[in-house]
């Protein structure tokens, strides 16, 4: 009785497996390790100070691989329009990096269950006029994003005459510093990266304000996910799964609060999970 469970319990221990995943998670459980995708932003970065890959999307993915007997979560760090290209040459396992859902993207990859939601947020001088679409001068207004995000629908603001023209301006802090040295007007980006700096280095936002009537057309209201190439279907499905029990124990909130982020603006029920793409 006794002397067998502990010797299973062992041997389960060392080589980490729990016995009920599949074998695409099996394999990265004998690798040892689990190479995950982002570019470094506030979802999952390294930690300047610890050298921790922290983030909401960070914790998430090293609380589920842990549920799942993975051994090692590792970040690889790649621009963020390069990460589906490194996904699909197998240099990583998966993208967890703030990551919309979208069509387009799911030809390439394969998406698992939304983890949460979020909208935009423009940033302007806080003496400025801006403070929100309304106030835009189609004469001189310039808006800057980050190249590879969605937020690169600014160029459709300057296509429609709504301001003068939308700059590629860098990363966020990059973008953030462009800013605040009047190089552009304003500057839209994640609304969960604002609401981290707001409450942790408010003094990178300094002159700045969030404007208040921005508004977030339904396109870039972004459902976010994970994904993994498309072969790796079932190591997905083992995250989802681990990840919905998460949720229901209340993990994922805390894992928001920890970072700055209102569960009420993010959080989503296992009822609102589905992506809809993998029909």
Not at 23 to 34: F, H, S
Request: proline content about 4%; charged content about 25%; aromatic content about 8%.
């Amino acid at each position: 009785g006794e002397a067998t469970t502990e010797a299973t319990g062992s041997e389960a221990s060392e080589s980490g497996a729990t016995g009920d995943v599949s074998e695409a998670t099996q394999k990265i459980i004998d690798k040892g390790v689990l190479k995950v995708g982002s570019s470094g932003d506030l979802y999952a970065y390294l930690d300047q100070n610890t050298g921790e890959f922290v983030g909401p999307d960070a914790d998430i993915i090293k609380e589920a691989a842990k549920r799942l007997g993975i051994p090692k979560v590792e970040m690889s760090l790649i621009p963020f329009s390069e990460l589906i290209l490194n996904l699909n040459s197998d240099n990583i396992d998966i993208i967890t990096d703030g990551m919309y859902v979208r069509e387009d993207r799911a030809q390439q990859i394969y998406y698992g269950d939304i983890w949460y939601t979020q909208g935009g947020a423009l940033l302007a001088p806080e003496n400025g006029t801006i403070d929100g679409q309304d106030d835009f001068d189609p004469s001189k207004t310039v808006v800057g994003y980050t190249p590879g995000t969605i937020w690169q629908t600014t160029e459709g603001w300057a296509a429609d005459g709504k301001i003068k023209e939308a700059r590629a301006t860098g990363d966020q802090t990059e973008s953030i510093v462009a800013l605040q040295n009047g190089k552009i007007d304003a500057f839209l980006t994640d609304s969960p990266v604002v609401e981290n700096l707001m409450k942790f280095q408010p003094e990178t936002l300094k002159g700045l304000k969030l404007c208040s009537n921005y508004k977030d057309t339904e396109a870039e209201i972004g459902r976010i996910a994970p994904s993994v190439k498309f072969g790796n279907e079932d190591f997905m499905k083992d995250i989802n799964k681990v990840v919905a029990e998460m949720r229901d124990e209340g993990v994922l909130d805390q894992i928001y609060e920890k970072y700055g982020l209102d569960p009420k603006l993010h959080a989503i029920t296992n009822d609102q999970k589905d992506n809809g793409l993998n029909k």
